[in-house]
């Protein structure tokens, strides 16, 4: 246990699965009592089994449940949790959720309301940032008021061009448009779907770099405003705008684009007086060398362990100590990177059915461990994968003294990684890994949908799984360890 006192007595995580359980972790080496929340298909979940309390927060659906505020405050405050950690995505970027914390005298752990209301106005973000001398794309940043406007700008600005939602965000109603025809259908259809999706259907246009890399800047903000990064993350590989695989260092940012990318981020930081953990996303273009301010994410991501890797830094642990007021306890001498950390995301999701969510009882669980291989899951034999929720299940993290040997290690982590029972895309994973372009580093953001990449048959797993019969069904050693642990008198506030 840490000797100091620790920043809060009591935290409750407002999230489920594998962020749920990576916080848990954290706030139990800083010796913090932790309040886990769950939906009624979550009462039997790993992030509940591994919290202190726990409390029902009601049925499946997340409005009702994971997006429910004021279920969430009640339980912070029925079991007396002082601060509430929102892990990513539910709550974690609505400055509403943020607001009501802070008027219910309970701490939210990330940014302010006012950073969340700046980071989700894409346009308005990008507006003030250009004021103030950050790069971004060559654009127009102003709401769209109609389709035969969008044309105008299309033709100033030249085709290919990319039409966003101004509250958008993960890529949701994105679409690249390569003429006058296809603009004028993606326009109406994408302004429906912002709406559907965020209550808002203002659009916005910009050049399209078809050739970009997505280059994303991990900073930490103390409350006194003092400023580090932990250097960058490549996140081109994505799947339908959907991040799968991610990486630390990037393969294409050398030590003077990594000095020009990490000043730009810091003084976004700086700029937008953000505080906390946050991440500064810019697109890269090789062909001018140049970075381009995409949007800040004004929560913790995913893919945050790849950065955990190569600087050893616990970026949970800054947020609560952030949150509680301390001063970061590192000056940016004081962080180094040191070798390769490559992240596969593990989603219940079927390559053979085009991805399709595959959710259902996980049978059989063994992951993968050995040198430099940290498994971030929210998973166990005999748990249920609900249909309700985000598929991802699991990231596997591999850390190696350079990119080729972590490559390696991670195909190694994954051809030893047993999860059966469900569908997933660990097959898909193993094929992007042995992919010669994707091994020579040469990756862009339209690499998934240009290269064809055939999912790989998962080898049958080696270790065998001891099976009991209790009465009529099978049940396994693992199950066994559900039910004890369920009847070891844990606090289960209903
Ligand atoms: C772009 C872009 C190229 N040009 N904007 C995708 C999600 C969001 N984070 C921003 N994204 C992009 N914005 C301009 N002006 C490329 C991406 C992008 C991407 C686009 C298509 C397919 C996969 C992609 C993966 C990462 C980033």
Same mark, same amino acid.
């Given at each position: 246990?840490?000797?100091e006192?620790?920043?809060?007595?009591?935290?409750l995580?407002?999230?489920?699965?594998?962020?749920a @359980?990576?916080v848990? &972790?954290?706030?139990?080496?800083? *010796?913090?009592?932790t309040?886990?929340?769950?939906?009624?298909?979550? +009462?039997?979940a790993?992030?509940?089994?591994?919290?202190?309390?726990?409390?029902?927060?009601g049925p499946? $659906?997340?409005?009702?449940?994971?997006?429910?505020?004021d279920?969430?405050? =009640?339980?912070?405050?029925? /079991?007396?949790?002082?601060a509430?950690?929102?892990?990513?995505?539910?709550? !974690?970027?609505?400055?509403?959720?943020?607001?009501?914390?802070e $008027?219910?005298?309970?701490?939210?752990?990330?940014? !302010?309301?006012e950073?969340?209301?700046? !980071? *989700? %106005?894409?346009?308005?973000?990008? &507006?003030?940032?250009?004021?103030?001398?950050?790069? @971004?794309?060559?654009?127009?940043?102003e709401?769209?008021?109609?389709?035969?406007?969008?044309?105008?700008?299309?033709?100033?600005?030249?085709y290919?061009?990319?039409?966003?939602?101004?509250?958008?965000?993960?890529g949701?109603g994105?679409?690249?448009?390569?003429?006058?025809?296809?603009?004028?259908?993606?326009?109406?259809?994408?302004?429906?779907?912002?709406?559907?999706?965020?209550?808002?259907?203002?659009?916005?246009?910009?050049?399209?770099?078809?050739?970009?890399?997505?280059?994303e800047?991990q900073?930490?903000?103390?409350? &006194?405003g &003092?400023?580090?990064?932990?250097f960058?993350?490549?996140?081109?590989?994505?799947?339908?705008? #959907?991040?799968?695989l991610?990486e630390?260092?990037?393969?294409?940012? %050398? %030590?003077?684009?990594?000095?020009?990318?990490?000043e730009?981020?810091?003084r976004?930081?700086? /700029?937008?007086?953000?505080?906390?953990?946050?991440?500064?996303?810019?697109?890269?273009?090789?062909?001018? $060398?140049?970075?381009?301010f995409?949007?800040?994410n004004?929560?913790? #991501?995913v893919?945050?362990?790849?950065t955990e890797?190569?600087?050893g830094?616990?970026?949970?642990e800054?947020?609560?100590?952030?949150?509680?007021?301390?001063?970061?306890?590192?000056?940016q001498?004081?962080v180094?990177?040191?070798?390769?950390?490559?992240?596969?995301?593990?989603?219940?999701?079927?390559?053979?059915?085009?991805?399709?969510?595959?959710?259902?009882r996980?049978?059989?669980?063994?992951?993968?461990?050995?040198?430099?291989?940290?498994?971030?899951?929210?998973v166990?034999?005999?748990?249920?994968?609900?249909?309700?929720? %985000?598929?991802?299940?699991?990231? @596997?993290?591999v850390?190696?003294?350079?990119r080729?040997?972590?490559?390696?290690?991670?195909?190694?982590?994954?051809?030893?990684?047993?999860?059966?029972g469900?569908?997933?895309?660990? *097959?898909?994973h193993l094929?992007?890994?042995?992919?010669?372009?994707?091994? +020579?580093?040469?990756?862009?953001?339209?690499?998934?949908?240009?290269?064809?990449?055939?999912? $790989?048959?998962i080898?049958?797993?080696?270790r065998?799984?001891?099976?009991?019969? =209790?009465?009529e !069904?099978?049940? /396994?050693?693992?199950?066994?360890?559900?039910d004890?642990?369920k009847l070891?008198?844990?606090?289960?506030?209903?």
């Amino acid at each position: 246990m840490s000797l100091e006192s620790p920043p809060f007595k009591k935290i409750l995580i407002a999230n489920r699965g594998e962020i749920a @359980v990576r916080v848990i &972790r954290t706030c139990k080496e800083l *010796g913090i009592k932790t309040v886990a929340v769950y939906s009624s298909v979550d +009462k039997d979940a790993l992030h509940v089994l591994m919290a202190d309390e726990a409390c029902y927060i009601g049925p499946p $659906e997340p409005l009702k449940s994971y997006l429910n505020m004021d279920a969430i405050i =009640k339980a912070a405050k029925r /079991t007396g949790a002082e601060a509430i950690h929102p892990g990513y995505g539910f709550l !974690s970027q609505n400055p509403d959720f943020a607001e009501r914390c802070e $008027e219910e005298g309970l701490v939210f752990i990330g940014p !302010s309301a006012e950073v969340h209301r700046f !980071s *989700g %106005d894409k346009v308005g973000a990008k &507006r003030f940032l250009a004021h103030n001398g950050i790069p @971004v794309v060559p654009g127009k940043y102003e709401p769209l008021t109609d389709v035969d406007e969008a044309l105008d700008v299309a033709e100033s600005i030249g085709y290919p061009v990319m039409l966003k939602p101004r509250f958008g965000g993960g890529g949701i109603g994105m679409r690249i448009c390569h003429g006058p025809d296809e603009l004028r259908e993606a326009f109406m259809a994408s302004s429906k779907l912002a709406l559907s999706a965020f209550g808002r259907s203002e659009l916005y246009l910009e050049k399209y770099y078809p050739r970009a890399r997505h280059i994303e800047v991990q900073i930490l903000v103390d409350k &006194r405003g &003092r400023v580090i990064h932990l250097f960058e993350r490549e996140c081109s590989i994505q799947r339908r705008f #959907q991040k799968i695989l991610e990486e630390a260092p990037s393969p294409i940012i %050398d %030590d003077e684009l990594r000095e020009k990318v990490t000043e730009l981020a810091v003084r976004v930081a700086k /700029t937008i007086k953000y505080i906390n953990a946050g991440t500064i996303e810019f697109l890269f273009v090789p062909s001018e $060398e140049a970075f381009y301010f995409l949007e800040v994410n004004s929560r913790i #991501q995913v893919e945050h362990p790849v950065t955990e890797m190569i600087t050893g830094v616990d970026i949970v642990e800054m947020q609560i100590r952030i949150a509680a007021g301390e001063d970061l306890p590192l000056d940016q001498e004081d962080v180094a990177m040191r070798g390769h950390a490559i992240e596969c995301r593990i989603y219940a999701e079927d390559p053979e059915r085009n991805f399709e969510p595959s959710p259902g009882r996980i049978m059989g669980y063994d992951p993968p461990g050995g040198p430099g291989v940290r498994v971030d899951d929210g998973v166990y034999a005999g748990c249920e994968v609900p249909p309700y929720y %985000d598929p991802l299940i699991s990231k @596997v993290i591999v850390w190696a003294p350079n990119r080729e040997k972590a490559i390696i290690r991670m195909r190694r982590a994954l051809e030893e990684y047993v999860i059966e029972g469900i569908k997933t895309n660990i *097959g898909f994973h193993l094929a992007i890994l042995r992919n010669p372009a994707f091994i +020579k580093g040469d990756i862009y953001t339209r690499f998934l949908d240009e290269v064809k990449i055939e999912a $790989e048959k998962i080898p049958l797993s080696r270790r065998p799984h001891v099976r009991e019969t =209790k009465g009529e !069904s099978e049940v /396994t050693v693992e199950e066994k360890a559900v039910d004890a642990w369920k009847l070891s008198g844990r606090v289960m506030l209903g």
